[in-house]
C-alpha cells in the first residue's frame, strides 16, 4: 500500500466515522514502540526474540494479521510494532523536525517508514529503526498503522 492510499483510507474513514483518522508522527510511531523508554530497543522487554514478531526468522515468509505475536507487544498492549509491515508515517523522511513535514500535499516526496517488516532482519525491526520510501511506492512489505484524535 503506498502513502497515497493510506492517506486516502484515513480520509475515507475520517469522513464515515465523523472523526480524526490519520497515520502517525514519526514520533507518535516511536512513543507507541517504546512507551517513551530511550533505553527499550524493541517493543517488548528485554533483547531480540525472533518468536515475538513476523520477520525473516519467521518461517511464514509472507505478512500475517495483527495480533499473531501478542508477545512482542508494547507494555501498554499494542501489537505488531515490530516486523510484519514497514509502516507509514504522515512526515516527510528529509527533515523531519520542520513543522511542514507533516503536510499533507501532492508532492509526496519521501515519507518516514517505521517498524521493519516481515523481510527484514533483527537491526531494522528495533525501535529506533528508521527507513523512508517514496509516496507512491508499494510492496508487500508496505503498511500503515492508523491514530484516531479524542476530542
Known sequence: ???????????????????????????????????GDPEREYPWEGGWDGAYC??????LRRTTAVGMYPQGATRQGVMDMAGNVWEWCVNEHESP?????????????????RGGSWLNAPGNLRASGRSGGNAGSRDNG????LLQDLP
Open 1 to 35: 500500500m503506498s502513502w497515497y492510499e493510506a492517506v486516502a483510507f484515513c480520509c475515507w474513514l475520517s469522513a464515515k466515522t465523523i472523526t480524526t483518522i490519520r497515520l502517525p508522527t514519526e514520533w507518535e510511531w516511536q512513543q507507541t514502540a517504546t512507551g
Open 54 to 59: 513476523n520477520s525473516d526468522e519467521s518461517p
Open 97 to 113: 523536525e520542520r513543522p511542514a513535514a507533516v503536510r499533507i500535499h501532492k508532492g509526496g516526496g519521501r515519507r518516514v517508514l
Open 142 to 145: 508496505l503498511g500503515f498503522r
